[in-house]
């Protein structure tokens, strides 16, 4: 256990997780989101270090918590292990919070224990929603939500009570009867503003909304707005959830600082012969365009496959169901897009090399999607720190600015352009320092462009300007794909 978990856990404020090992991947969801709040959870896969006995540390960490919260699911009643935690924390008196995943009928000691509790629901999809309830919930627990200002209530001075005194002795009259007309007007005014601003925002809210917003919405997708100038469109058929990223400029390539970076790490020479074809960071716009807000999955790539009646890509016994789709090439992701593009009406490809970094870091030039942080633990899927995929937003805390997750690690992502070692060079050559619209790759090239590193790939390769490339044919256990969709 971590020095700042054992601290927290002697004020009683630790966050005990306790989950079915088939579950652990929502363990890890919430155990990111609690951490993004500044609240110390506790999972037994990630602060049970090798050599100590475990059922000695989990029952400390039970006690030492003011919350457990409990992965709900079928898995969950045949859990020995968490029937036992449950029946310690009611014995304690600790608060138990049970977030239910999927619709369960409770039986047994957990019928008992949980009968007459709240649930929260957390489904259906998307899961971020009730994983954002739930730390909420958390935080009410633990006192530190945010609390009402308190009323500022003003006491007249005596020097203008004696003011008051005066004038009312030399009118003859209390002095709020003269301020009547003078408050008449006020209110007056008061409402005649209120009908004014309802007018403004009557009219505001007829504004007519943009045509890619009608144009999803007629294919059948939930759309919300989640910023400004930003939407998050929800294919419930397709369990497809796409992010628009609107117009702009941003700045694509190596900045100076991660070149100073990379040197210091690997020397110069391994430097110019892999990571100099990122440079020169150049200015580039694009139009609008949708993209994928998670990494294409097995459950959406297999309901292609048996459309197709192709064969389904292994999945090494990692799982397939909402871990990222492997072992798919560049031919086979096109034609996956081809095949979703027929079925919605809609236009679906991988995205550009530029489209997808924009996704990834934003406008700021930011080293990784989530800042300038190296990556951690609670950031990203990477350095065989997990030993293979990981279900798709796993890891909130490692957003890119516009929301997207997994845009590092977990697996690399086939671009649609093909790849060319001197292609930043030669476009900023042809262009001599004009911005550059809606880069789409060179006109040749045997390779196709791949980004964003994967479950075991070192911090260097997980930043949004880092470029690989592989064979258009070629498939691999850590190589996947995220969706582009056209205005």
């Not at 029952?59 to 918590?65: E, P, V």
């Not at 079925?343 to 530029?354: I, R």
């Not at 001599?432 to 590193?453: A, E, H, L, M, T």
Request: positive net charge; proline residues 5%; hydrophobic residues 35%.
């Amino acid at each position: 256990m971590t020095d700042a978990a054992k601290e927290t856990e002697k004020e009683g404020n630790l966050v005990f997780i306790s989950y079915a090992e088939s579950d652990r991947h929502i363990a890890d969801m919430i155990y990111s989101a609690l951490a993004s709040k500044g609240i110390q959870g506790w999972a037994s896969h990630r602060d049970i270090a090798p050599g100590l006995n475990w059922p000695n540390e989990i029952s400390k960490a039970i006690t030492g918590s003011k919350i457990l919260i409990l992965v709900l699911s079928s898995n969950t009643q045949k859990s020995r292990y968490v029937n036992m935690e449950v029946t310690q924390a009611e014995d304690e008196n600790i608060i138990i919070v049970p977030f239910c995943i999927e619709k369960v009928t409770l039986r047994g000691g957990l019928k008992l224990l949980l009968g007459n509790r709240h649930w929260i629901n957390a489904f259906p999809k998307p899961q971020e929603k009730h994983v954002d309830q739930l730390v909420e919930t958390v935080l009410k627990h633990l006192g530190k939500a945010p609390a009402m200002p308190p009323k500022n209530e003003e006491k007249q001075p005596e020097v203008v009570k004696e003011v008051i005194r005066k004038e009312e002795k030399k009118t003859g009259k209390p002095l709020w009867q003269k301020r009547i007309p003078i408050a008449v007007s006020i209110i007056i005014l008061l409402i005649a503003a209120v009908f004014l601003i309802s007018q403004l925002v009557k009219k505001e809210g007829k504004k007519e909304e943009p045509a890619f917003i009608k144009k999803v919405k007629s294919k059948g997708a939930q759309v919300k707005q989640i910023g400004k100038d930003l939407w998050e469109a929800y294919y419930e058929k397709y369990d497809i959830t796409m992010v628009y990223i609107p117009p702009g400029e941003f700045m694509m390539g190596q900045t100076a600082e991660e070149k100073k970076w990379l040197i210091d790490k690997i020397g110069e020479k391994d430097y110019n012969s892999y990571y100099s074809d990122e440079t020169p960071l150049h200015n580039v716009y694009l139009d609008g365009y949708w993209i994928g807000k998670y990494e294409v999955t097995f459950a959406q790539y297999d309901r292609y496959c048996n459309d197709t009646k192709i064969k389904k890509p292994a999945d090494r016994g990692w799982g397939r169901e909402n871990r990222p789709v492997i072992n798919v090439s560049w031919n086979d992701a096109v034609a996956y897009c081809q095949w979703l593009s027929q079925e919605t009406g809609l236009k679906f490809n991988l995205p550009t090399e530029a489209q997808w970094e924009k996704a990834a870091r934003g406008n700021d030039r930011r080293k990784y999607p989530w800042g300038s942080m190296e990556p951690g633990k609670d950031l990203a899927n990477f350095a065989g720190n997990i030993g293979k995929t990981t279900p798709v937003g796993s890891y909130p805390a490692g957003a890119s600015p516009y929301g997207l997750l997994d845009m590092a690690g977990n697996v690399w992502e086939w671009c649609s352009d093909r790849y060319d070692r001197d292609y930043y060079k030669n476009l900023t050559r042809e262009n001599k320092n004009k911005i550059i619209k809606n880069p789409i790759g060179p006109d040749s090239g045997s390779y196709r462009v791949i980004r964003g590193g994967s479950w075991y790939s070192y911090a260097g390769y997980l930043r949004c300007a880092d470029r690989f490339f592989n064979g258009p044919s070629y498939r691999f256990f850590n190589l996947g794909f995220r969706l582009r969709q056209d205005i």
